[in-house]
């Protein structure tokens, strides 16, 4: 109730509302206007059947028939009066019943209500707020950078245009402020001369729009863009745009690079600096059955061995793990670190599937930018494409036809086929031909799209071998952006970041720390004067100058910093 008095201030105080009462006001006097005129009759025709009532009683009985009450204590007799009295019961049906309704929520009830959301929603941001994120429109990947930002403690808001949208979002917890994206006070509302980053992810056009509005108002603030189509990189880019992204195209060139036999063994997932996180099955390596300390992996070749991925599920390591053959191994450490591991633990010998093709199931901008990829490393593929016109456009490797039908994916070659990828921008059908595609073959390699991240584990459920998520490719790069020093890994839930080395461990060695005992995260390198140390040796005294590079699943990074101090 205390907020009362200042939504009724802000209604009345505005413009529309104003007009709205008005209009009511109208209303109201014509509908008093036409209970007096009922009541002046009425004593005439009292008067003409021989009695006499008073003022009171005329208006009592204009409003009881009007509202159709009719108590029937007072009626007239005679056939005028019958008459007059259905006239005033119709007219009371239609102005009273009607009328008065609609109009009282059309201008007062509706627009009263507009004024709560109004005045509930957010119009600006507080005084003193500097170095957020401002974002320009709610989508997968944006959901997932606000996830990021929160969790690492970063401002943000989000700029709504609808204000009942913007109270639905505001009511989930969503810091947002109402207005149009394309006004310049819009952005002055949000004090985008202060903001550390706009994020742009709408459409081409109004992005162009929105980026035009910024620049008008500072040329200082970084902005990254989303772009829909490759034409419109170079529009994009003219305003001034720090970065743009086409998310589509690097999401179908991430899922070609994963395949098996296309590029390195070790499939490199991120990279910071010199360091480089890397990705390769058990099963193809002599470490599949080893304990943790009988490998001497970082002895032999110089990188770390960080953890073990199997169906979506990260599983930190310790002394006594046992390393399993049907997971993933995820390595730390330079790219000669990495080409020393694939030297002395590669067994499997991949040149047997160099003949064998790749189906790509779905030839949108994902599954186009995936066989352009397959293409520049020789490799065969087909395309499976429901749309004849894209189908026509591609060749000879596109095939026409449901990737759900079975002939039609013995037609493309699934039954030779190395891989499969998986493209559709619709996470159920992507569920559903994975499951399918298992159960033809299930020894198919499976990579997988997801838009949503709630659909990870259910891809990982259904058979696929390896699911990368379209919003967190793009909240990651976007990531990348804001915070240089951190980053986070196409694996979902993985994480690396910077660390100023903690008093506590400063004069420790590595090994004295137990970092990765008690919190799960893995020390992969260190930065000291300038320098950065990959894989560096345990026994070395941390000083108060050294900078940790850790990684480790979100759990891990918040207990690290529940352990050592918050970052």
């Given at each position: 109730m205390?907020f009362?008095?200042?939504?009724?201030?802000?209604?009345f105080?505005?413009?529309?509302?104003?007009?709205?009462?008005?209009?009511?006001?109208?209303?109201?006097?014509?509908?008093?206007?036409?209970v007096t005129?009922?009541?002046?009759?009425?004593?005439l025709?009292?008067?003409?059947?021989?009695?006499?009532y008073?003022?009171?009683?005329g208006?009592?009985w204009?409003?009881?028939?009007?509202?159709?009450?009719?108590?029937?204590?007072?009626?007239?007799?005679?056939?005028l009066g019958l008459?007059?009295?259905?006239?005033?019961?119709l007219?009371?049906?239609?102005?009273?019943?009607?009328m008065?309704?609609?109009?009282?929520?059309?201008?007062?009830?509706?627009?009263?209500l507009?004024?709560?959301?109004?005045?509930?929603?957010?119009?600006?941001l507080v005084?003193g707020?500097?170095?957020?994120?401002i974002?320009?429109?709610?989508?997968?990947?944006t959901?997932r950078?606000?996830e990021?930002?929160?969790?690492?403690g970063?401002d943000?808001v989000i700029?709504?245009?609808?204000?009942?949208?913007?109270?639905?979002?505001h009511?989930?917890?969503?810091?947002?402020?109402?207005?149009?994206?394309?006004?310049?006070?819009t952005?002055?509302?949000?004090?985008?001369?202060d903001?550390?980053l706009?994020?742009?992810?709408n459409?081409?056009?109004?992005?162009?729009?929105?980026?035009f509005?910024?620049?008008g108002?500072?040329?200082?603030?970084p902005?990254?863009a989303?772009?829909d189509?490759e034409h419109?990189?170079?529009i994009?880019?003219f305003?001034?745009n720090?970065?743009?992204?086409?998310?589509?195209k690097m999401?179908?060139?991430?899922?070609?690079?994963r395949?098996r036999?296309?590029g390195r063994?070790?499939?490199?997932?991120?990279?910071?600096?010199?360091?480089?996180?890397?990705?390769?099955?058990v099963?193809q390596?002599s470490?599949?059955?080893?304990l943790?300390t009988?490998?001497?992996?970082?002895?032999?070749?110089?990188?770390t061995?960080?953890g073990?991925?199997?169906?979506?599920?990260?599983?930190a390591?310790?002394?006594?793990?046992?390393i399993?053959?049907s997971s993933s191994?995820?390595l730390?450490?330079?790219?000669?670190q990495l080409?020393c591991f694939?030297e002395?633990?590669?067994?499997?010998d991949l040149?047997?599937?160099?003949?064998k093709?790749?189906?790509v199931?779905?030839g949108?901008r994902v599954?186009?930018?995936?066989?352009?990829?397959?293409?520049?490393y020789?490799?065969k593929?087909?395309?499976?494409e429901?749309s004849s016109?894209?189908?026509a456009?591609?060749?000879v490797n596109?095939v026409?036809?449901?990737?759900a039908n079975?002939?039609?994916?013995i037609?493309?070659g699934?039954?030779?086929?190395?891989?499969?990828?998986i493209?559709?921008?619709d996470?159920?059908?992507?569920?559903?031909l994975?499951?399918?595609?298992?159960?033809?073959?299930?020894?198919?390699q499976?990579?997988?799209?997801?838009t949503n991240?709630?659909?990870?584990?259910?891809l990982?459920?259904a058979?696929?071998d390896?699911?990368?998520?379209?919003?967190?490719?793009?909240?990651?790069?976007?990531m990348?952006?804001?915070?240089p020093?951190e980053g986070?890994?196409?694996?979902e839930?993985?994480n690396f970041?910077?660390q100023q080395i903690?008093?506590?461990l400063?004069?420790?060695?590595?090994a004295e720390s137990?970092?990765r005992q008690?919190?799960?995260?893995?020390?992969?390198a260190?930065?000291?004067?300038?320098?950065?140390?990959?894989?560096?040796?345990p026994?070395?005294?941390?000083v108060k100058?050294?900078?940790?590079?850790?990684?480790?699943?979100?759990?891990?990074?918040?207990?690290f910093?529940?352990?050592?101090g918050?970052?």
């Open positions: 205390k009362l008095p200042s939504q009724i201030l802000y209604f105080q505005n413009k529309g509302s104003q007009r709205n009462l008005a209009a009511l006001a109208k209303f109201f006097v014509f509908l008093l206007c036409m005129l009922y009541s002046v009759l009425f004593h025709i009292m008067l003409y059947e021989g009695k006499e008073s003022w009171i009683t208006i009592y204009a409003l009881t028939v009007m509202s159709t009450l009719g108590f029937g204590d007072i009626t007239f007799h005679t056939d008459l007059f009295t259905i006239v005033v019961l007219s009371g049906v239609v102005f009273l019943l009607i008065l309704p609609f109009s009282f929520i059309q201008f007062f009830y509706a627009p009263w507009e004024a709560q959301t109004r005045k509930r929603t957010p119009r600006e005084k707020v500097s170095g957020h994120v974002i320009t429109h709610l989508d997968p990947i959901e950078l606000v990021k930002l929160k969790r690492r970063y943000y700029i709504v245009a609808d204000a009942q949208r913007g109270m639905e979002l009511d989930q917890g969503y810091k947002i402020v109402v207005g149009e994206p394309d006004d310049p006070d952005f002055l509302s949000v004090r985008v001369e903001a550390a706009v994020v742009i992810t459409d081409d056009m109004m992005a162009t729009n929105i980026s509005t910024i620049r108002i500072t040329a200082k603030v902005i990254v989303a772009a189509k419109s990189l170079d994009l880019n305003p001034g720090t970065q743009v992204f086409l998310f589509m999401l179908g060139e991430s899922l070609a690079e395949v036999g296309v063994l070790t499939k490199i997932v991120s990279s910071f600096d010199q360091l480089h996180i890397a990705e390769i099955p099963s390596t470490l599949g059955g080893l943790l009988e490998t001497m992996l970082r002895t032999r070749t110089g990188a061995l960080v073990l991925w199997e169906k979506g599920q990260f599983e390591l310790h002394a006594k793990t046992i399993n053959k191994l995820l730390a450490g330079t790219l000669a080409d694939e002395k633990f590669i067994i499997t040149s047997s599937e160099d003949d093709l790749v189906l199931l779905g949108g599954g186009l930018a995936a066989s352009q990829v397959l293409d520049g020789g490799v593929y087909r395309v499976v429901k016109a894209v189908v456009r591609g060749g596109f026409a036809g449901d990737a079975r002939d039609v994916l037609e493309a699934i039954e030779n086929a190395r891989a499969a990828i493209t559709t921008h996470d159920a059908a992507n569920i559903y994975t499951f399918y595609c298992r159960q033809l073959r299930p020894d198919i499976i990579i997988s799209r997801a991240e709630r659909s990870v584990s259910k990982h459920m058979g696929a390896l699911v990368m998520s379209y919003a967190s490719m793009g909240a990651n790069r976007i990348k952006v804001f915070k020093d986070s890994l196409f694996i839930g993985m970041f910077v903690p008093g506590a400063v004069g420790k060695t590595l137990n970092v008690e919190t799960g995260c893995s020390v992969v260190l930065r000291m004067d300038g320098e950065l140390l990959v894989g560096p040796d026994t070395l005294p941390l100058s050294t900078e940790l590079i850790l990684i480790g699943n979100a759990d891990a990074e918040k207990l910093g529940e352990m050592f918050e970052r």
